[in-house]
């Protein structure tokens, strides 16, 4: 079974937050692969497909303590490290661009540090989501959890939908695949 995890924050405060992208990118994954609505377990929401082939994991932890749901899920269905792929916001890209890796470090993302902290590896798959860069008037906790402006969205919404697009890819072949299409030639 393949584990799809998209980073966040649950509850509506933050529900179009520059953090959620994650969940944003689930959302869409769920109409794209047709599974049922999320329900909760794995301390988050989950579904999956109804070949049982592919599970989608929103974590309910809050960011800082990503790694116990996914940790969780991991050990019920005996899902291996290869096949976790995580989708989260990054402030490194601008505002709709993204990268696919196949391992790194957390940069500043308490989400994935957590995950790579649990896992203890750095060998996770994963889809960054750029956000844009904090400006220099905020401060990083309060943009990350601000409503994108409608220009920045928008970016965010095409990248989004091109996530699923390479998740598709991703299924279908593999995730070096993946990368090789939809990174434009990024050797991440």
Do not use: C
């Not at 890209?93 to 790194?104: A, I, K, S």
């Amino acid at each position: 079974m393949k584990l799809i995890v998209g980073l966040g924050n649950p509850g509506k405060d933050y529900a179009r937050t520059r953090h959620n992208v994650g969940f944003q990118a689930l959302d869409l994954l769920t109409t794209s692969l047709k599974t049922p609505a999320f329900k909760e377990g794995f301390k988050g929401e989950w579904t999956k497909t109804a070949d049982n082939k592919v599970m989608l994991l929103k974590p309910h932890t809050f960011m800082n303590l990503s790694g116990e749901s996914v940790l969780l899920a991991m050990q019920f269905y005996k899902i291996s490290i290869e096949d976790i792929v995580i989708i989260y916001d990054d402030l490194a890209f601008e505002p709709g661009v993204f990268r696919l890796r196949l391992n790194g470090s957390s940069g500043s993302h308490n989400g994935i540090h957590h995950i790579i902290q649990t896992l203890g590896t750095q060998n996770i798959k994963r889809i960054r989501i750029g956000i844009g860069a904090v400006p220099p008037e905020w401060k990083g906790r309060d943009y990350v959890l601000a409503v994108p402006s409608e220009d920045e969205q928008t970016k965010i919404d095409h990248a989004l939908k091109t996530i699923v697009l390479a998740m598709e890819d991703y299924l279908t072949y593999d995730f070096p695949h993946a990368m090789s299409r939809f990174n434009r030639g990024d050797k991440d």
